[in-house]
């Protein structure tokens, strides 16, 4: 933690006081930025305690996973909404109202007693994680002005992000281990109280916005996101080589997803509350940053997924173990995103997003050549830190590019917009990757076990000879699931370079934003013009 204070007081350095009148920039970040690793270690905090949850309540080894879905889908499905949500009636407000519910949620869940209690905790969950994360977001860009401060301070909220995956390993691992699995949900309950507490007294309110809900939007896109990733995640290919894309509730769910997102599309261009401004997509650079940042969700989501499971099932780690292993990982994470902060001034953001990509390709490319038979230093410590140090890059320019010169009218929306193609990246990943790497490992175990049964060698279920063949198994679709996630790398790379084209001078703050645009009626304003006597903000 005195690391983390020590960036946010970097943050807070000369010109980066707070834009919004915030009197403290470094523990405003250091708000923030704990609320963000709560509400992203949550998924693996529980990943490690699901046997124990399991064995508790009586989930059905289907059942189980919505443990974990049920939050995903809630979080997912309301992320536009809580983004417009802290945009219409105040940051701060929301942040502190998602803070609150979602530790009720918490505590409720911990004290669940039956299977259908506790995934409905994990829904509102989710719908807290929904409100916490773009108001943190867009708090961020209202806190600190662009230019270095802005940029540092990305580098902390978006290390603390994706650090939060191991964090949560080795916290669930210790809170499972020593205490129970009811705590893995108790603990986000203190730490969500005191940084409720925390937020009045070093975050700036921002201005309530004028206008009304978009309800059809909101109904459109709400539901159209919650089908999409409901529709993934329940069409992953399980670990026995079944195959789910062709079931009826997948394919129910992925046809309403389309229609339902081109009907929101469709109101969104007619809307004059929209939801989701159509203008903030009219930008190349910042549609570009929203798309690679998806793509970024999908190989790192299927990284956490693929690696934990092969360190437990093939080599035997313990799940304290497993999250120790990521420690480089988060290492490389931490140094990557304090070089952006030094490099973004000096160089621009392309030259780091295509270093990024590059790297992060290159270390998926290393990866997918594991092996039952290698060991950690070999196979598994150099891929990661690479990845580590190139999605570092890729997630704190990315996030700079996709906020830049949006007007605080629409932060809280454009900040929702990267948690969903996050969210929505993470559950395609899983999706796809899972369904390439489990095809795999089913073929291979039919493979071997024919080729041992001709050569008058049959393995038996539980032998040695059917574990060999489990692992490699294993190993050899995993192997194929990262070559797969290079590719989405890669794809992102290709994205980078023909898309974002970014220059050096609009990241370094010394342009206004560009003028908002006023309701029917009304007269634009432009950064230098007083607001109305009511001190609201006119939106769209």
């Known amino acids: 933690m005195s690391d983390i204070r020590s960036e946010t007081a970097r943050a807070a350095a000369p010109g980066g006081a707070a834009a919004a009148g915030g009197p403290r920039p470094g523990l405003a970040l250091l708000v923030l930025a704990t609320a963000q690793l709560m509400v992203v270690l949550d998924a693996t905090i529980v990943n490690v305690a699901l046997p124990h949850i399991q064995r508790a309540l009586g989930f059905s080894g289907t059942n189980l996973e919505w443990v974990v879905n049920a939050y995903a889908l809630a979080f997912g499905g309301l992320l536009l909404l809580g983004g417009r949500a802290g945009d219409l009636l105040g940051r701060r407000k929301m942040f502190i109202a998602g803070l609150l519910l979602f530790s009720a949620a918490s505590l409720a869940g911990g004290f669940a007693s039956s299977q259908a209690f506790l995934l409905t905790a994990r829904a509102v969950q989710g719908a807290g994680g929904a409100l916490v994360a773009p108001a943190a977001l867009a708090l961020i860009t209202t806190t600190f002005p662009e230019g270095p401060p802005r940029t540092r301070a990305f580098g902390v909220y978006a290390a603390m992000s994706i650090a939060g995956g191991a964090i949560g390993l080795i916290g669930g691992g210790l809170l499972t281990t020593y205490a129970s699995w009811r705590w893995v949900l108790f603990v986000n309950v203190p730490i969500g109280a005191v940084v409720a507490l925390a937020a009045p007294r070093v975050l700036a309110e921002t201005p309530r916005g004028r206008g009304r809900f978009d309800l059809p939007g909101a109904i459109t896109g709400t539901g159209g996101i919650a089908a999409l990733v409901y529709g993934l995640v329940s069409a992953a290919t399980s670990p026995d080589g079944v195959s789910h894309w062709g079931d009826a509730k997948v394919l129910a769910s992925l046809t309403a997803a389309v229609v339902l997102l081109a009907a929101f599309a469709v109101i969104e261009t007619r809307s004059p509350n929209a939801l989701l401004p159509v203008r903030l997509l009219r930008d190349r650079n910042r549609t570009g940053a929203y798309l690679s940042y998806a793509g970024v969700g999908i190989f790192i989501f299927g990284m956490f997924f693929f690696l934990t499971v092969f360190m437990q099932a093939v080599w035997g780690y313990s799940a304290l173990k497993t999250g120790v292993a990521y420690l480089p990982f988060t290492a490389a994470l931490f140094t990557g995103a304090g070089a952006v902060a030094q490099l973004v001034p000096r160089i621009g953001a392309r030259p780091l997003l295509l270093a990024g990509s590059a790297a992060s390709t290159g270390g998926l490319y290393w990866l997918s050549r594991i092996s039952e038979h290698a060991t950690y230093a070999s196979a598994v410590l150099g891929p990661t830190m690479v990845i580590g140090a190139g999605a570092a890059l890729l997630f704190v320019t990315l996030s700079l590019v996709a906020l830049n010169r949006v007007p605080e009218a629409d932060?809280?929306?454009?900040?929702?917009?990267?948690?969903?193609?996050?969210?929505?990246?993470?559950?395609?990943?899983?999706?796809?990757?899972?369904?390439?790497?489990?095809?795999?490992?089913?073929?291979?175990?039919?493979?071997?076990?024919?080729?041992?049964?001709?050569?008058?060698?049959?393995?038996?279920?539980?032998?040695?000879?059917?574990?060999?063949?489990?692992?490699?198994?294993?190993?050899?679709?995993?192997?194929?699931?990262?070559?797969?996630?290079?590719?989405?790398?890669?794809?992102?790379?290709?994205?980078?370079?023909?898309?974002?084209?970014?220059?050096?001078?609009?990241?370094?703050?010394?342009?206004?934003?560009?003028?908002?645009?006023?309701?029917?009626?009304?007269?634009?304003?432009?950064?230098?013009?007083?607001?109305?006597?009511?001190?609201?903000?006119?939106?769209?």
């Open 411 to 540: 932060s809280g929306v454009a900040s929702s917009l990267l948690n969903t193609g996050q969210q929505a990246g993470g559950s395609i990943g899983l999706a796809v990757l899972g369904t390439v790497a489990w095809t795999v490992v089913s073929n291979s175990i039919h493979a071997q076990a024919a080729h041992a049964a001709r050569a008058g060698h049959p393995a038996h279920p539980g032998g040695p000879p059917a574990a060999a063949i489990y692992d490699h198994a294993l190993a050899t679709g995993f192997g194929r699931g990262f070559l797969v996630a290079a590719g989405i790398a890669l794809l992102t790379l290709i994205i980078n370079l023909a898309v974002i084209r970014v220059r050096r001078t609009d990241l370094a703050g010394a342009q206004p934003p560009p003028a908002v645009p006023a309701e029917p009626g009304t007269a634009a304003m432009t950064p230098g013009q007083p607001k109305p006597a009511t001190g609201e903000t006119p939106i769209p």
